[in-house]
């Protein structure tokens, strides 16, 4: 299996079967060369930010989405569908409820994707450390970021075709080298877990030809984002 990480702001692909990694040029979301459009994609965690833009790249280029949200409420994606039509379906589902991710996976029955898209994930306060965040804090983020990521892929992963992709968002944040500047301890750390749990993942399907991606898009103004950043 093929472990990548893909740049998603700048669509640059970086493949880590070395430490430094090598980059491609620029790659445009639905670029043939590089990157085939995948017709069907199972996206989770797309009610707004990345997620949603993700959703809305993929269906304007005509691809099947399937694409989850948390909780009752209307959102973007359902603003979306309005205008999509049968391109895009929404499902339900809040990836820290194992129960949740099988009603949904017994749901989607005997259909295949071409990408597994797991997008799900949480920040917390900037400034706490070790020295103060709560036992529920630091379970919320390692369950969200970590976890409950690796366990949608576990119980979805197989509805992926065999030349297909499964991804997750993750983030530079998690990189151990370059925190030089520390901040968001406990979200970094969420992140650097679910890195290994994805390496993890791959040791243990080295046989499996499915692409494994773990994305960092960059800094990415959204609603979860340091809005110090520019």
């Not at 959102?75 to 809040?94: K, P, V």
Request: glycine residues 8%.
């Amino acid at each position: 299996m093929t472990l990548a990480r893909l740049h998603c702001c700048q669509w640059q692909r970086h493949h880590i079967g070395d430490a430094k990694g090598s980059c491609e040029r620029p790659l445009p979301l639905a670029s043939r060369e590089f990157c085939p459009v995948n017709a069907t994609v199972l996206l989770i965690g797309a009610s707004r930010g990345l997620g949603y833009a993700i959703a809305e790249e993929y269906v304007d280029h005509g691809s099947q989405v399937v694409a989850t949200v948390r909780g009752p409420d209307r959102t973007a994606l359902h603003d979306l569908r309005d205008t999509a039509g049968a391109r895009l379906e929404i499902e339900h589902l809040d990836v820290n409820a194992p129960e949740q991710v099988q009603a949904l996976r017994n749901r989607l029955g005997s259909r295949t994707f071409d990408l597994l898209f797991v997008n799900a994930g949480v920040t917390n306060g900037r400034s706490e450390t070790t020295a103060d965040v709560t036992n529920g804090e630091f379970t919320r983020l390692m369950v969200t970021n970590a976890l409950s990521p690796m366990r949608v892929i576990e119980s979805l992963g197989e509805l992926v075709t065999p030349d297909g992709t499964i991804a997750i968002m993750s983030s530079g944040q998690g990189s151990i080298t370059n925190n030089q500047r520390g901040g968001f301890e406990i979200y970094r750390a969420s992140k650097s877990a679910l890195n290994q749990l994805m390496r993890s993942y791959a040791a243990r399907h080295h046989n499996d030809q499915r692409a494994l991606l773990l994305m960092a898009p960059g800094w990415v103004k959204t609603d979860s984002a340091d809005q110090t950043r520019v």
